[in-house]
């Protein structure tokens, strides 16, 4: 069973468009999380949810609203995509704020 | 606030040894050290609370310095399966699970 999975793993779209990425959790873990990986691998956090509460929210274009519907769900809904936008998602979990499992990625490309 | 690794990169034949350093301008309350391989998800490796700490086993170890600003990676006797690339996440002020990577070190293990 995977731990951490995120659906859909690849997701080719038009500028403009609106799309979602769905993450699930089977850990039990109270904290989830969406990290974004640009071109260059650089891996850095963008909101983080704790019991379905947002604990973190980075400096993130507000056409990004996660959601959680329960701890074991976070997902990722992005309005008006840019070109900018392309990039890997990762959810990630954790149970507090200990080791963080990740989940295999999203790849967005916008066209 | 992004911490630095040093080298970017390294090359190593088989059976030889590699040090991965990642660095702080301040104090950190954690170091979480992850490996992702191409297309893949960062992996956990391990992550360090404590001044002075040496974690991990022979093969694959790390140290986290007094002052809580430097940590190092040490692969022993690399295998193949060691390529990736390895980037430190960093805690500040406490168990927020708000992880700042540094900008990843990639290691190729050559036959």
């Known amino acids: 069973d995977t731990a951490v999975s995120q659906t859909p793993k690849y997701l080719v779209t038009q500028m403009g468009n609106d799309k979602s990425i769905k993450c699930e959790q089977n850990l039990g873990h109270d904290t989830m999380y969406w990290y974004k990986q640009d071109s260059k691998k650089f891996l850095k956090i963008m909101f983080s949810y704790n019991n379905k509460e947002l604990i973190i929210n980075e400096t993130v274009p507000n056409r990004f609203s996660p959601k959680s519907p329960d701890k074991a769900h976070l997902n990722l809904h992005i309005n008006s995509l840019e070109l900018g936008d392309s990039a890997v998602y990762f959810c990630a979990s954790s149970l507090g704020g200990n080791t963080i499992y990740f989940g295999e990625g999203s790849w967005l490309t916008v066209v | 606030q992004q911490p630095v690794q040093s080298p970017q990169a390294v090359i190593l034949r088989e059976g030889e040894d590699a040090v991965i350093n990642c660095s702080s301008s301040k104090a950190l309350y954690s170091v979480h050290w992850y490996r992702q391989k191409h297309g893949e998800a960062p992996v956990f490796l391990m992550i360090?609370?404590?001044?002075?700490e040496q974690k991990g086993h022979e093969k694959i170890s790390a140290s986290f310095n007094e002052k809580k600003q430097q940590s190092s990676l040490y692969l022993t006797a690399s295998q193949l399966s060691y390529s990736g690339t390895y980037f430190c996440?960093?805690?500040?002020?406490?168990?927020?699970?708000?992880?700042?990577f540094g900008q990843g070190t990639t290691l190729q293990v050559k036959p």
């Open positions: 996440g960093t805690e500040i002020g406490g168990n927020t699970g708000k992880l700042i």
């Open positions: 360090l609370l404590k001044g002075g």
